[in-house]
């Protein structure tokens, strides 16, 4: 059975999912940059080994960065999962993990890398929006794309509503994505290719507005 460390910063919303889910994999240690993160009391009650490594801790992020490899490596993990993880990683830790480091993005990228990616998409108007699990490479939030959700844009939704939306996504599309890694079905290649293995696709589609029924 694979091991597994999640990295959080706050709510850890993602971290309930994946703890909830029956994923086929050990998660050896919660690690969070805040010692305040809720997501720290969920992961305690459900028994499991937490840490904190703060940034305020380290003059400069490549020390902060290898404090964290640091920890990370005490646990042996196969994957790294970051979870609501909002730090940028230096080059050097990500070349460290390349193909055994995973995030969650809310939007579907290459849309709205970054921040406020809700608020984008309401400015931008689009009509559809959504989330990427990703492998985490130097070139942020544009890492080969694991699997994505989406979700429609409502004319009546707010920055909030719309989060709660993809959120959910989230909560599905996660645990998925680390289960398939932990069983062997998803792995980056050499050529940083994402091969999935043995996984079911679908013709399915999101119309968003849906369209009229003209028959
Ligand atoms: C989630 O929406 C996640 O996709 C996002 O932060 C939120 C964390 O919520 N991550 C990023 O923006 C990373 N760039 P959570 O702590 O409740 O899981």
Redesign the pocket.
């Known amino acids: 059975m694979k091991n597994i460390v999640i990295i ?9 999912a994946l703890l909830n889910a029956s994923l086929e994999c050990r998660v050896r240690t919660v690690i969070s940059s805040r010692a305040d993160a809720a ?1 720290l009391v969920f992961a305690k009650e459900k028994g499991i080994p937490c840490s904190v490594v703060s940034p305020h801790d380290h003059p400069d992020r490549a020390s902060f960065d290898a404090a964290l490899a640091l920890e990370i490596d005490r646990h042996d993990p196969d994957f790294v999962v ?5 730090r940028i990683l230096t080059e050097a830790f990500v070349m460290r993990y390349l193909g055994r480091l995973i ?4 939007s579907l990228l290459p849309a709205y890398p ?2 406020h ?1 809700h608020a984008k998409a309401l400015q931008d108007g689009v009509k559809i929006h959504g ?1 990427t699990v990703h492998f985490v490479t130097p070139d942020l ?1 544009h890492g080969p794309i694991i699997i994505q959700a989406a979700v429609p844009v409502l004319s009546r939704d707010t920055e909030q509503t719309l ?1 709660e939306r ?2 959910r996504e ?1 909560h599905r599309i996660y645990p998925q994505a680390v289960r398939w890694l932990c069983t062997g079905k998803v792995r980056l290649d050499e050529n940083g290719k994402v091969i999935h293995d043995g996984i079911r696709t679908e013709d399915s589609s999101l119309i968003s507005p849906s369209l009229e029924d003209i028959t």
């Open positions: 959080i910063s706050g709510r850890g919303s993602n971290l309930q997501g970051l979870a609501g993880f909002m995030n969650i993005h809310p970054g921040m990616t989330c939030d989060g993809v959120l989230e």
